[in-house]
């Protein structure tokens, strides 16, 4: 269950760099980001917002920038955006579908 995997997942610091998993596909569906992760069968679908994430991790970012650099897209202030999006990454991590970049 992803709660499982969630309780031993630290919380993020703004510091932390994070990236996509390498074994995952990616398309656009819709107006949709579909992600799949093969070896589990397992699929994902991700909204404007959860794209935009999607594409902003294609190379190594810091939550913190990250926060940022959506807080510049998009109508809200830094600290919103990171008390909603926290959880999503931290969900996202423990499904596997990113990582913290080495």
């Excluded at 650099?69 to 202030?77: H, I, K, M, Q, V």
Aim: charged share 25%; hydrophobic share 45%.
């Amino acid at each position: 269950m992803v709660e499982d995997r969630m309780e031993t997942l630290t919380p993020l610091s703004h510091s932390t760099l994070l990236i996509r998993s390498d074994d995952i596909l990616a398309a656009e569906l819709d107006g949709e980001t579909v992600l799949l992760k093969i070896e589990r069968g397992a699929y994902f679908g991700l909204d404007d917002i959860g794209g935009e994430v999607w594409r902003l991790l294609e190379t190594p970012l810091a939550a913190g920038d990250l926060y940022g650099a959506l807080s510049g897209r998009y109508d809200a202030d830094a600290a919103t955006i990171e008390s909603d999006l926290a959880p999503v990454l931290v969900e996202m991590m423990g499904e596997g579908l990113i990582r913290v970049a080495a």
